[in-house]
């Protein structure tokens, strides 16, 4: 079931540009004011690698730029270390705080299979609903790895 | 809210969701239902020898000779559908249900609830918005694809869309994986959803919900000795002390039906257990329990008693089967090993979200102390369990239908009804294409 809700193209543009991995270190993904399609509403741009204390330093930046109150969808890069050596992988974050209205709520949960099937090679979900559903390192154990 | 941006196309769409115990109408975006019934309708028969004609009807399903030699008799019958008039009593009033384990059996009744409802509580023409139904899981092919026809062929809907009520649950609280308990008048059931999409060789139903702890009540009352008298059969009463017989003047009133008296038990009952009934927060324990505090319950005819242990007693049972009275325990599912035994059902990858995701919904789990049970309950589990609920009581109570009237109320939304002409087009297996 889902919303009917579309893709804007732009989205599909910059996750593809995000995929090359050059310039960001995350996006974010909304509805536009009458939510009729999803856009685009921030891209953070990477840090160069000698700036880095870690290389998770900016999923910092994406908890803290999800709103309280309002639904989001990120793509982020995870860094994580395996038994095989270190390791990269791409999330797919959905937000929907419970003090969103459930209006939002509703629109964000019909309108994922939308954006996430336009989004290819993005395999892993995280469903938030508040900020410790975002912790690292459960993030981090979704692909059976560690963070040290 | 935005929402007078978000329905920019507004479509007027309604939603209606059948349960077993209330049935619920009314339009997409608004927040509550307008109308919330009892899904029981009040029947008297003109001719008293028809009774019989009716029995069949209620038992047959496709019967399309039997259906057309019943419609003749309907003109003698006299239809009592708002919940007033179906609670007054009245000589030789039948009152039956149209659902049966959560699905819509009676057909011929329904049709008659769905004109009440669009005449009376929502006051439109239904040939003029688009509706959405709600449906069980378990929903058989047959009944959606006869609700798909009966919409667009009687009341000539220009849209119809079916959506299941777990799902719709789910996405009310914006999860599109998770397991849904629903905890429902007739059943209890643990519904898996990965992505939007029912799991159904993992649904887990169990009839322990609302109805059996009813008849748990009754059966604990018989044991006390305490007549239960319901409200219509009270003329007068006095005040008494507590534990002292009633003493009330009894209305008689003659050729009340079995099934109005055995309605109008439940609904005392239901009084009686929603204000006394509380699930012990942890395992039930005579001792522990026994230093609480006593409740108060005055009956309807005035006897009023205190409850303590057998306050506990009773909602124990939908979590430890060994509290079951007068049933097969092996036969039925406590709620913890409905959760759990669903989710070991599906795909191992899988579990993990599932039992971080559990959505509790339903008007029974509305008990007092379900919702910490619960969490006690998984506490005691090598998995990481996150259990939630919609926080208000009516929210939780109509979750299914909230998420079907935002749902419905999206602009973007009518791309997906099936209109009449896609009907008209290709009949009604359409319903089985477009609302998987």
């Known amino acids: 079931m889902s919303s009917g809700v579309k893709v804007d193209p732009e989205c599909i543009e910059a996750f593809n540009q995000f995929k090359l991995g050059k310039k960001d270190a995350f996006l974010l993904f909304g509805f536009n004011s009458n939510a009729t399609k999803i856009i685009v509403l921030h891209k953070e741009v990477k840090l160069p690698d000698d700036q880095k204390k870690n290389k998770n330093e900016q999923w910092e930046n994406l908890i803290n730029m999800l709103p309280s109150n309002d639904v989001r969808y990120a793509v982020a890069d995870v860094h994580y270390n395996t038994s095989e050596g270190p390791r990269t992988d791409m999330v797919f974050v959905t937000w929907a705080p419970e003090t969103a209205t459930i209006k939002q709520r509703m629109l964000m949960a019909s309108s994922k299979d939308a954006l996430k099937n336009a989004l290819v090679g993005c395999r892993t979900t995280i469903q938030a609903c508040c900020y410790p559903d975002l912790d690292l390192k459960s993030v981090v154990e979704k692909f059976k790895g560690t963070l040290d | ?436």
Request: net charge negative.
């Open chain 2, 1 to 436: 809210m935005s929402g007078g941006i978000i329905g920019g196309d507004e479509v007027g769409a309604m939603v209606i969701d059948v349960g077993s115990y209330t049935t619920r109408a009314g339009y997409a975006g608004e927040d509550m239902p307008k109308a919330d019934f009892p899904s029981y309708v009040g029947i008297i028969e003109e001719y008293a020898d028809k009774v019989e004609s009716m029995d069949i009807s209620t038992n047959a399903t496709n019967g399309e000779i039997i259906k057309s030699s019943e419609a003749e008799n309907k003109s003698n019958k006299k239809y009592y559908l708002d919940p007033l008039s179906l609670r007054t009593p009245k000589p030789h009033m039948q009152v039956q249900s149209y659902v049966k384990d959560g699905l819509i059996e009676d057909w011929d009744l329904f049709e008659k609830v769905l004109d009440y409802t669009f005449s009376k509580h929502l006051r439109c023409d239904p040939s003029n918005h688009p509706i959405l139904f709600t449906e069980p899981v378990m929903n058989p092919k047959q009944k959606r694809e006869k609700l798909c026809e009966l919409i667009f062929e009687k009341y000539q809907a220009p849209g119809f869309y079916l959506s299941k009520n777990a799902v719709l649950s789910a996405f009310a609280s914006s999860r599109t994986s998770g397991l849904v308990l629903d905890c429902g008048a007739v059943h209890t059931t643990a519904v898996p959803i990965h992505d939007g999409y029912v799991l159904n060789k993992a649904v887990a139903q169990s009839p322990l919900g609302g109805e059996f702890i009813l008849t748990q009540s009754k059966q604990l009352l018989d044991e006390m000795n305490v007549e239960l008298v319901p409200y219509y059969q009270v003329k007068s009463k006095e005040t008494v002390k507590q534990n002292e017989p009633a003493r009330f003047i009894r209305k008689e009133i003659n050729d009340l039906t079995d099934s109005y008296k055995r309605f109008m038990l439940k609904e005392t009952l239901l009084d009686f257990s929603t204000h006394v009934l509380q699930v012990s927060d942890s395992t039930y324990n005579e001792h522990e329990i026994s230093v609480l505090p006593r409740i108060s319950y005055e009956f309807p005819n005035g006897y009023n008693t205190d409850f303590g242990e057998q306050r506990f007693k009773i909602p124990e049972a939908l979590f430890n089967r060994s509290f079951l009275k007068g049933v097969n325990q092996n036969a039925l599912l406590d709620v913890v090993h409905l959760i759990t035994s669903s989710i070991n059902m599906c795909d191992a990858e899988l579990r993990s979200g599932f039992f971080s995701n559990i959505m509790v919904v339903g008007g029974n789990s509305l008990l007092i102390g379900f919702m910490d049970r619960l969490n006690y309950e998984f506490n005691h589990m090598n998995y990481k369990t996150k259990i939630s609920a919609p926080p208000s009581a009516a929210e939780r109570r109509f979750s299914s239908w909230v998420g079907g009237s935002i749902l419905g109320s999206l602009g973007t939304f009518h791309q997906l009804w099936i209109s009449k002409q896609e009907y008209e087009e290709t009949g009604r297996v359409i319903v089985d294409k477009k609302c998987v």
